[in-house]
Every structure is written in structure tokens, then in C-alpha cells.
């Protein structure tokens, strides 16, 4: 069993930036695939990016350029750093842990646990 516990949502101008992070306990963390994914008001559940244990990063086309995805293991800890901002990128964030795997993952059904969601909103 995995907890994650995200903070750091907020309003902010477009064009401006915002440090999501994501704490985890209960699983050995530095071996862990995390992932970030959005959910805007009636929309689906969309893939924002995923860290692999060794630091390896894949982003959507989306966010490429503006948003980077780090860990700090021995905080257990990753990061989404979110730069130059758009009311599109409006939507409830969420940390999750995927499955052991060799390869990026890139689908919410490959995740196993969720954390609660933070809010951000952009405004134009």
C-alpha cells in the first residue's frame, strides 16, 4: 500500500509558475514509477508526464518545454515543475505510482495509487 499526499496547487496568472509536489510513503520509494496526470472539468483523466525510479523523465507533447518533472528520493519526493502557464493547463493534478516497468507509462490504468488531487487554475 502506497500513500501520496500532493500540495503546491494555487492560482496564478498565465505565464506564471507553480511547484507541484507529491510525498509518498509506504512502499520503498526510489524504486517506484511516479506519473502526473490532470483532470479538467469534464474531460478524462490526461497524462501530464512520469518519472522512472532511475530519474529518466517522458513528458506529454502538451507540457514539453514547460514543465519538468524531478524526484528527490531520500525525501521521497517528486516534483512537478510547471513553467509559462495556460488557462488550458487548468485542471486537478494528480500523483500516482505505476506498475514495475521497463518502459515509460503513459496510461492511468497502469497506475495503481492515486493521491487526492490539487487544484490549479489559470487565469487569462
Known amino acids: 500500500q502506497v500513500q501520496l499526499v500532493e500540495s503546491g496547487g494555487g492560482l496564478v496568472q498565465a505565464g506564471g509558475s507553480l511547484r507541484l509536489s507529491c510525498v509518498a510513503s509506504?512502499?520503498?520509494?526510489?524504486?517506484?514509477?511516479m506519473g502526473w496526470f490532470r483532470q479538467a472539468p469534464g474531460k478524462g483523466r490526461e497524462f501530464v508526464g512520469t518519472?522512472?525510479?532511475?530519474?529518466?523523465?517522458y513528458s506529454a507533447d502538451s507540457v514539453k518545454g514547460r514543465f519538468t518533472i524531478s524526484r528527490d528520493n531520500p525525501k521521497n519526493t517528486v516534483y512537478l515543475q510547471m513553467n509559462s502557464l495556460k488557462p488550458e493547463d487548468t485542471a486537478v493534478y494528480y500523483c500516482?505510482?505505476?506498475?514495475?516497468?521497463?518502459?515509460?507509462?503513459?496510461?492511468?490504468?497502469?497506475?495503481?495509487?492515486w493521491g487526492q488531487g490539487t487544484q490549479v487554475t489559470v487565469s487569462s
Open positions: 500516482a505510482v505505476g506498475r514495475p516497468s521497463p518502459y515509460f507509462l503513459t496510461r492511468s490504468n497502469e497506475y495503481d495509487y
Open positions: 509506504g512502499r520503498t520509494f526510489s524504486n517506484l514509477n
Open positions: 518519472i522512472r525510479g532511475s530519474g529518466t523523465t
